[in-house]
């Protein structure tokens, strides 16, 4: 089969991999739809992480092929949503809601969905299958609610943003702009995003939000304020993972206030004296996309909700090095990967 391989950093092929096998009796084997580039995936690419011939991708839509005999939720022919994170959805941690830190918990990249095909351990705990076939036009939101939407939706709910609240949003990508969608969808009166790209606004106001910011630091913490009657947002989400992105989530949580904080932290440090003094609720890391996937594949196929609208550029897997390329010269928010 054909699988996206990292050489090193910016190196990007698509390369003959081996065809993967049930080794578990708990293993699926699926055919990949769809997969796509994520934020995340830059990082290796731009050599701020490693990166010697390693397979790539942990966003995945597509039909199962193959299980293992002791899947009992999935059959071969069913379309599946999995998250980006395996979980085995029985253990202590899964039945509280956190299926990413399962203590069979294993990061989807290590497996490389930017593939025609995929094993999936743990299927039962990490597919959802969909209610039937969808429609071509509904396979990017699916696709979309396997990692940007389901974490989006975590940070919303972690920063329990809802009626009677103001949430402000730090951070314009993929993440962040499906987090407005979530605080949209989980009734918040007042949604502030961050941002200072046109057509982000542009897709932001689309997702639900009612004003914008363009300042950042302190200046953005000052304006937040500014909106909110001088106390902060109730609820704020932290979509970048950037020293400066990751203080201003903090500065704009209100007294008492929420922050869901998702964007992957690379080299940051937060003062303690800070965020002791902030004397706000803090909820964040690696999303239990899992724990939201049944709700949010069935809001898609309603037509409830329109995340697909993340991805502005879709390639055929082969042109994946391309589609790499336009996501760090930042000519596309999120590129999908038809397989
Ligand atoms: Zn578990």
């Known amino acids: 089969m054909r699988g996206v391989v990292m050489r090193t950093p910016g190196d990007v092929r698509v390369e003959e991999r081996d065809n993967p096998k049930i080794v578990e009796p708990t293993d699926a084997i699926i055919r ?3 997969t796509c580039i994520c934020g995340s995936d830059l990082w290796p690419y731009r050599g701020v992480e490693p990166a010697d011939h390693q397979v790539m991708g942990h966003e995945y839509v597509g039909v199962v092929e193959e299980i293992g005999e002791q899947v009992t939720t999935l059959k071969p022919g069913d379309f599946v949503v999995g998250s980006f994170v395996i979980s085995d959805n029985t253990c202590e941690i899964c039945q509280a809601g956190f299926q990413s830190k399962c203590v069979h918990a294993e990061f989807v990249a290590q497996i490389g969905t930017q593939a025609e095909k995929a094993r999936i351990p743990h299927a039962d705990g990490t597919l959802v ?7 071509d036009d509904l396979i990017p939101a699916l696709l979309a609610a396997s990692d940007v939407l389901g974490t989006g939706w975590f940070a919303a709910d972690a920063a329990q943003a809802g009626p009677g609240k103001t949430v402000a949003v730090v951070g314009d990508g993929a993440v962040g702009l499906m987090a407005i969608l979530a605080a949209r969808q989980l009734g918040a009166d007042r949604i502030i995003a961050m941002s200072r790209h046109p057509e982000r606004q ?21 304006k937040i304020k500014e909106l909110t009657g001088g106390l902060g947002a109730h609820s704020v989400i932290e979509a970048v993972g950037t020293q400066e992105s990751f203080m201003q989530a903090v500065g704009a949580t209100r007294g008492g206030g929420h922050l869901g904080y998702v964007g992957v932290n690379h080299e940051v440090k937060i003062p ?13 890391g690696p999303a239990p996309v899992r724990r939201y996937l049944p709700d949010l594949i069935q809001r898609i196929w309603n037509r409830e909700i329109d995340p697909g609208k993340v991805f502005d550029l879709t390639l055929p897997l082969d042109q994946a090095a391309e589609g790499y390329r336009a996501m760090h010269e930042r000519r596309a928010t999120k590129v999908l990967l038809s397989i």
Do not use: S
């Open 202 to 222: 542009q897709l932001a106001r689309y997702y639900g939000a009612t004003d914008i910011i363009e300042e950042r630091g302190d200046e953005g913490v000052a």
């Open 32 to 34: 990949l739809t769809a």
């Open 272 to 284: 303690g004296i800070e965020l002791f003094f902030a004397g706000i609720h803090t909820l964040g």
């Open 129 to 135: 299958a969909t209610p039937g076939q969808p429609d």
